[in-house]
């Protein structure tokens, strides 16, 4: 597989991870108890929801793909790829989870875009 393709993969795996957490986290309106014994019994519902299961498992899957992806590339071409992510997730957070816009963000990742582009060329 084209390493390309598998860093694609790697980002949009990690981006559905953090969004659907962040989605069914607020949506769940959770709260952790103090206690040490109720807070892990809480954790351990949740860890079993199925959309937050899926979000782990997009992490897992996510690894699999970076691995392909440095196998066949140099760590320093790949990884600035990863700056990507807060980008989707942007985009993603404001369409789906109806977070707010702000023109601070879109200059900030413009920013982080011509830095990527900037850091795989040279």
């Known amino acids: 597989m084209n390493p390309y393709i598998s860093i ?6 990690t981006v559905y991870g953090q969004v ?3 989605w069914r986290m607020t949506g769940l309106k959770t ?7 109720p807070k892990l019994i809480a954790f351990i519902r949740i860890l079993f929801d199925p959309f937050i299961f899926s979000g782990f498992a997009s992490a897992f ?3 699999f793909f ?13 990884y600035p790829f990863m700056s ?11 369409f789906f ?3 707010n816009f702000s023109w601070g963000k879109v200059i900030g990742l413009v920013f982080i875009i ?6 795989v060329k040279w």
Do not use: R
């Not at 694609?8 to 795996?13: D, E, K, R």
């Not at 970076?66 to 790949?78: F, P, Q």
């Not at 011509?114 to 850091?119: A, Q, R, V």
């Open 20 to 22: 659907i957490l962040k």
């Open 31 to 37: 709260e952790f108890p103090q206690e040490l014994i």
């Open 97 to 99: 989870l109806g977070e």
């Open 66 to 78: 970076w691995m392909a992806a440095v196998s066949k590339l140099e760590l320093t071409k790949a």
């Open 84 to 94: 990507l992510a807060p980008a989707l997730v942007f985009l993603v957070g404001i």
């Open 61 to 63: 899957i996510a690894s």
């Open 114 to 119: 011509l830095g990527t582009i900037i850091t």
């Open 8 to 13: 694609a993969f790697t980002l949009l795996f």
